[in-house]
T-cell receptor
Framework: DGGITQSPKYLFRKEGQNVTLSCEQN?????MYWYRQDPGQGLRLIYY???????QKGDIAEGYSVSREKKESFPLTVTSAQKNPTAFYLC?????????????FGPGTRLTVL | AQSVSQHNHHVILSEAASLELGCNYS??????LFWYVQYPGQHLQLLLK??????LVKGIKGFEAEFIKSKFSFNLRKPSVQWSDTAEYFC????????????FGGGTRLMVKP
């Protein structure tokens, strides 16, 4: 089945450690995104990538890094510089169909920093 | 597990027509509800959200949504659409016992004809 995979569903890390969240898609989508959700807020864009080996900062990129070495993969690293890393992280990918870009979402990863 | 259904996958309206997009969720407990919009070529933006209080929520750009607990619904409405409302609309649910993890509906693509 085609889809977007994020693993693990729940992730715990100690403060000061970097952690990498995986996002894989086998939909052959060109663009991929990382969002973050915090209690009481909507999604906020962290980074996005429209093609392999290229990515752009979103609204809240500080303390995060990404790579896009393969079309299928867009891992997000939450670095120790991110002051409030505990959050729900959602990966998405998108493709243009009939002239319209449609976005699809992964199941998300809930990161808790202890 | 919670799930979200958006029954209208594709809606075509003329300008000035009224809009109602359906969203139903399956979860018996307390929920937070969101509507997001993705305009062509852009990333997701929050339209409105419901956490508690008045079940009729007003959002940006003249949109509103009504939470009907007995029907497990959170339909999005706008009295008079404009061509610029052409976009894809996503309903999302966060169950209170799921931390801040979101479950998205499949999206509804709205096309407004000038």
């Amino acid at each position: 089945d085609g889809g977007i995979t994020q693993s693990p569903k729940y992730l715990f890390r100690k403060e000061g450690q970097n952690v990498t969240l995986s996002c894989e898609q086998n939909l052959n989508h060109d663009a991929m995104y990382w969002y973050r959700q915090d209690p009481g807020q909507g999604l906020r864009l962290i980074y996005y990538s429209q093609i392999v080996n290229d990515f752009q900062k979103g609204d809240i990129a500080e303390g995060y890094s990404v790579s896009r070495e393969k079309k299928e993969s867009f891992p997000l690293t939450v670095t120790s510089a991110q002051k409030n890393p505990t959050a729900f992280y959602l990966c998405a990918s998108s493709i243009v169909r009939q002239g319209v870009r449609r976005q699809f979402f992964g199941p998300g990863t809930r990161l808790t920093v202890l | 597990a919670q799930s979200v259904s958006q029954h209208n996958h594709h809606v075509i309206l003329s300008e000035a027509a009224s809009l109602e997009l359906g969203c139903n969720y399956s979860y018996g407990g307390t929920v937070n509800l969101f509507w997001y919009v993705q305009y062509p070529g852009q990333h997701l933006q929050l339209l409105l959200k419901y956490f508690s209080g008045d079940p009729l929520v007003k959002g940006i750009k003249g949109f509103e949504a009504e939470f009907i607990k007995s029907k497990f619904s959170f339909n999005l409405r706008k009295p008079s659409v404009q061509w610029s409302d052409t976009a894809e609309y996503f309903c999302a649910v966060n169950a209170n016992n799921a931390g801040n993890m979101l479950t998205f509906g499949g999206g509804t693509r709205l096309m407004v004809k000038p």
